[in-house]
């Protein structure tokens, strides 16, 4: 079992930023990556950064550049520099981790909301 809980959303004026934090325990020695989706009112849940054990991340077309995902190792936690935010990025953010190529672990959601 991995447990994450995720902190670190708010409120913020359009071009500001955030940064979340997701820390995992549990078998966290199963984990092959981690990664921040978000659903937004009314749309699907979509992957916005992954990072693998290794290190290698990923992202969505509509946060790259703008966003940035690592991990401190030592502290079991991942983050989200979310940095140029937009109205749209509105939504809230969940934190999952991949074990055994299904992403079956996810934090409660913190909700990041941006006005314009």
């Known amino acids: 079992q991995v447990h994450l809980v995720e902190s670190g959303g708010g409120l913020v004026q359009a071009g500001g930023s955030l940064r979340l934090s997701c820390a995992a325990s549990?078998?966290?020695?199963?984990?092959?990556?981690m990664g921040w989706y978000r659903q937004a009112p009314g749309k699907q849940r979509e992957l916005v950064a992954a990072?693998?054990?290794?290190?290698?991340?990923n992202y969505a077309d509509s946060v790259k550049g703008r966003f940035t995902i690592s991990r401190d190792n030592a502290k079991n936690t991942v983050y989200l520099q979310m940095n140029s935010l937009k109205p749209e990025d509105t939504a809230v953010y969940h934190c999952?981790?991949?074990?055994?190529?299904?992403?079956?672990?996810w934090g409660q959601g913190t909700q990041v909301a941006v006005s314009s």
């Open positions: 999952a981790a991949e074990v055994a190529g299904m992403w079956d672990y």
């Open positions: 549990g078998s966290i020695f199963s984990i092959n990556a």
């Open positions: 990072i693998t054990s290794g290190g290698s991340t």
